[in-house]
C-alpha cells in the first residue's frame, strides 16, 4: 500500500482524535445532569416537630434501603414527629421512628410509612482520595434539590476516626445529604462547615454509614429525648490533637515590607517522637467573637521531639485592623499531623 492509500485512514483518526476533545465538556456535563436526575428521586427534605407539630429543625436526607432514610442525629434530635418529602414530589411521608443511632458519628436511619424510592448505591469497592470530583445533594435553608459540585480537599484523622474535608458547599438544611462520587454512588454523608471560612466542609464517610446498616433494628418511635451528644463525636475532636502533642501558641503580628498584614506562630511538639506535615487551621474574629478570615497552613518540615518551629504568613488587607493587637481574637487548631518513626 503506497503513501496516498495511507492519507484517508489518517484523515479519519485525526477526525475522531479533535472530536474527542470538542465533545468531552459536553459529555461531562450530561454526566453531571444525569447524576443529578438520577438521584433526586432517592434524596428528601426532612421536617422535624415538637410535641405540638412546630417545626423545630430541617434537614436533608436520603434513601439507603426501601422504607429507610439515612440522615445526621442532630437533625432529629428532641423531635416528637416529622416527616420526609422527596424531592420534586408534594406528598410528605410520616417518619414512623428509628432502626438505627450512631451518635459518635452523628448518624442516624429512619424509618418512612408509604414512601417508594430507590435507594442509592454505596461506594463500597474502594476508597477515595484527595482530589476526587464529588457531588453534594441537599436543602440548603430549605431550597429544596441543592445539587453541588466540588473535590475531596482533605481526608481528616481524627483519633481512630475519618472525616473527609470537602469543597462543596453545606449549609442548614444540607445536613444529612448524599455525598457522591462521578459514579453517582454515595461516599459520605455531609454532616458539618465551619462558619468562619468558605469552603470548609464535611461530611461522614460511608463505611460508618454500611456498617449501622448491617446492625439496624427494629423501629423505636420518636420520644423527643433524643439528644445529639457533642461530646462524643468525631466533630467535637475535630483539631483536638493539639491537645495530644501538637499545639500552636506564641502568636505575634509584625509589619514587613509594603505594611502587609503579616503574622507568625509557633508549633510545639510535645511527644517523644518528631513529626511532619503539621495542618492547621489559623481563625480569626472580632472583638465581638464573629469570624472574619481564616487561613489553612501546612508546615512540612520535621518538628523534633519537644521543640518548637516558627511558622509565618501573611492575612488578607484589613484583618489586623479588625482582629486589633489582642490575641485573644486568633485560635491556632491543630488539625492533622503525621508522627516521624
Known amino acids: 500500500m503506497n503513501r496516498k492509500q495511507y492519507m484517508p485512514e489518517i484523515l479519519i483518526a485525526l ?55 439515612a440522615t445526621n442525629l442532630h437533625v432529629v434530635e428532641e423531635a416528637r414527629s416529622g416527616y420526609a418529602k422527596i424531592i420534586g414530589q408534594d406528598t410528605k411521608h410520616d417518619i414512623a421512628g428509628i432502626v438505627g443511632i450512631d451518635s459518635a458519628r452523628d448518624l442516624v436511619l429512619l424509618s418512612v410509612e408509604g414512601a417508594k424510592a430507590n435507594a442509592l448505591l454505596l461506594e463500597n469497592n474502594g476508597g477515595v482520595s484527595v482530589g476526587d470530583e ?14 453541588s459540585q466540588g473535590i475531596i480537599s482533605g481526608i481528616r484523622n481524627i483519633g481512630s476516626d475519618t472525616v473527609l474535608q470537602i469543597t462543596a ?23 458539618a462547615t465551619f462558619k468562619g471560612g468558605q469552603n470548609l466542609n464535611f461530611a461522614i464517610p460511608v ?52 505594611y502587609m498584614p503579616h503574622y507568625s506562630f509557633s508549633l510545639r511538639n510535645k511527644l517523644r517522637q518528631p513529626v511532619k506535615g503539621v495542618y492547621c487551621l489559623l481563625i480569626f474574629y472580632t472583638n465581638d467573637g464573629e469570624p472574619i478570615d481564616f487561613k489553612l497552613v501546612q508546615f512540612n518540615e520535621i518538628i523534633p521531639a519537644g521543640l518548637a518551629k516558627r511558622v509565618s504568613g501573611y492575612t488578607a488587607e484589613g484583618v489586623h485592623e479588625l482582629v486589633g493587637n489582642s490575641l485573644r481574637n486568633v485560635e491556632i487548631r491543630v488539625l492533622d499531623f503525621k508522627i516521624e518513626d
Open 15 to 69: 477526525i475522531i482524535y479533535v472530536l474527542s476533545f470538542t465533545t468531552s465538556g459536553i459529555v461531562a456535563q450530561e454526566t453531571r445532569q444525569q447524576i443529578a436526575q438520577k438521584a433526586f428521586p432517592s434524596v428528601v427534605l426532612l421536617v422535624m416537630e415538637d410535641e405540638n407539630g412546630q417545626p423545630v429543625s430541617l434537614g436533608s436526607g436520603f434513601f439507603i434501603r426501601n422504607g429507610v432514610i
Open 134 to 147: 464529588i457531588y453534594a445533594i441537599g436543602n440548603p435553608q430549605g431550597l429544596e434539590g441543592t445539587f
Open 169 to 191: 458547599p453545606i449549609s442548614p438544611g444540607s445536613s444529612g445529604g448524599p455525598v457522591l462520587n462521578t459514579q453517582g454512588k454515595v461516599i459520605g454523608v455531609a454532616v
Open 207 to 258: 463505611s460508618y454509614l454500611s456498617q449501622l446498616l448491617s446492625d439496624a433494628k427494629s423501629v423505636t418511635p420518636l420520644s423527643g429525648k433524643i439528644k445529639y451528644a457533642i461530646t462524643n463525636s468525631i466533630l467535637n475532636d475535630l483539631g483536638g490533637k493539639s491537645n495530644e502533642g501538637v499545639i500552636g501558641t506564641l502568636f505575634t503580628w509584625s509589619y514587613p515590607a509594603l
